[in-house]
């Protein structure tokens, strides 16, 4: 099994350019317009990216993780909304075969996400908005996201879609690092695009699961989702331009309570 795979969550949500991701995944052109060698060259792309080993998996999800560290300012443990987070995440240094490192970021937009590693980063932006049930809910979802998979499909379908990437995927033996303009391409495509309605639906049963599994209160997964709801008037929400109905969700939760 994968279990110390870095995977990142699905459902990584940055406030830009949504589908934008997903549009780069859409196959190029019609195969009736491809060359001979162009279809060889998708074929042997293909054929590398489902060679790509965990290891190699593991170190592009570092990598990523890595960067948008960099990319974003940390919350420093001084700060109110570093300790508030630790203080709703109290006990929770490991769930589900992951040691998890919750930290926030100082930036004003309702997002999160995690990644396989167990990095887990929620802005300031969403805390504003949230209770601490409700950026619980919101975690467990992203963790969800990490441990059903679903970003390591995402990373592997984006090799497909990528020549440099795939030849980077593809060393053997040794574990390549991708240049930062690859490695931005990579972000493009795994984190700026939504999941499938299904993958969306897993992470909200396993966020479900890991409220009641902790302790928490599960009514904070129906109210984040009433939370989102009502900021949408406005738009620009990030969380809401990756994820499905949020009153749906909240109505499907609800019932799933009981
Ligand atoms: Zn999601």
């Given at each position: ?24 995944l859409?196959?190029?052109a ?39 560290d ?26 589900d ?25 929620v802005?300031?932006?969403?805390m504003?908005?949230?209770t ?98 009502a ?21 499907r939760?609800?019932k799933?309570?009981?």
């Amino acid at each position: 099994m994968r279990k110390h795979l870095r995977l990142l969550a699905l459902s990584p949500m940055l406030a830009v350019a949504g589908l934008a991701g997903a549009a780069m995944l859409a196959p190029a052109a019609p195969a009736h317009s491809q060359s001979l060698g162009d279809i060889m060259g998708s074929a042997k792309k293909v054929l590398q990216a489902a060679t790509v080993s965990d290891q190699q998996i593991v170190a592009y999800f570092g990598q990523m993780s890595d960067q948008m560290d960099q990319q974003n300012p940390l919350a420093p443990a001084s700060n109110a909304y570093a300790v508030r987070l630790a203080k709703l995440t109290r006990g929770l240094d490991r769930y589900d075969g992951l040691t998890l490192d919750i930290r926030a970021y100082l930036v004003d937009e309702v997002n999160a996400f995690a990644m396989g590693d167990g990095t887990v980063r929620v802005y300031s932006g969403l805390m504003d908005a949230m209770t601490d049930d409700e950026v619980r809910c919101v975690i467990g979802h992203e963790i969800g996201h990490v441990k059903l998979e679903h970003g390591q499909k995402r990373l592997k379908r984006a090799l497909q879609q990528d020549a440099a990437l795939s030849i980077a995927g593809t060393a053997s033996g040794d574990v390549r690092q991708l240049a930062n303009s690859q490695l931005g391409g990579l972000l493009q495509n795994v984190m700026h695009a939504q999941h499938s309605q299904s993958a969306e639906t897993a992470s909200d049963d396993y966020a479900l699961t890991f409220m009641a599994a902790n302790g928490y209160n599960q009514q904070g997964c129906p109210s984040a989702m009433d939370k989102l709801a009502a900021l949408g008037g406005g738009g620009g929400i990030a969380l809401l331009q990756t994820h499905p109905n949020p009153a749906a969700r909240a109505k499907r939760m609800r019932k799933q309570i009981g």
